[in-house]
């Protein structure tokens, strides 16, 4: 079964740094672009990560660049998003999800086509 399993999630104060990793199975790694999506109580999913192709094309929502950084390692078919500068509105649960295109209507895709349960992470003030 397909699964993508996120991790590394916890409790950080306003400026700390959490690196997060997903475990991708059960699907054919290399034939979708990999993202990271969050979600907090009462909001709408926000795609804020994603990556695909070779070499590597690399996609930031406008809330997270230049403070987070996604990579890949392929023949570990495993995914990272390392967080930076964190803010209490980054409190969520944030998954790692597989997409077809990272892109579409000039828009980062929240078109997910797999996801995980995803990992919590709450930044306090």
């Known amino acids: 079964d397909v699964q993508l399993q996120a991790s590394g999630g916890g409790l950080v104060r306003r400026g700390g740094t959490l690196r997060l990793s997903c475990a991708a199975s059960g699907f054919t790694f290399d034939d979708y672009a990999i993202a990271w999506f969050r979600q907090a109580p009462g909001k709408e999913r926000e795609g804020i990560s994603c990556?695909?192709?070779?070499?590597?094309?690399?996609y930031y929502a406008d809330s997270v660049k230049g403070r987070f950084t996604i990579s890949r390692v392929n023949a570990k078919n495993t995914i990272y998003l390392q967080m930076n500068s964190l803010k209490p509105e980054d409190t969520a649960v944030y998954h790692c999800?597989?997409?077809?295109?990272?892109?579409?209507?000039?828009?980062?895709?929240?078109?997910?086509?797999?996801w995980g349960q995803g990992t919590l992470v709450t930044v306090s003030s």
């Open positions: 999800a597989a997409t077809a295109s990272c892109v579409v209507g000039g828009e980062l895709s929240t078109m997910y086509v797999h």
């Open positions: 990556i695909s192709g070779s070499p590597a094309r690399l």
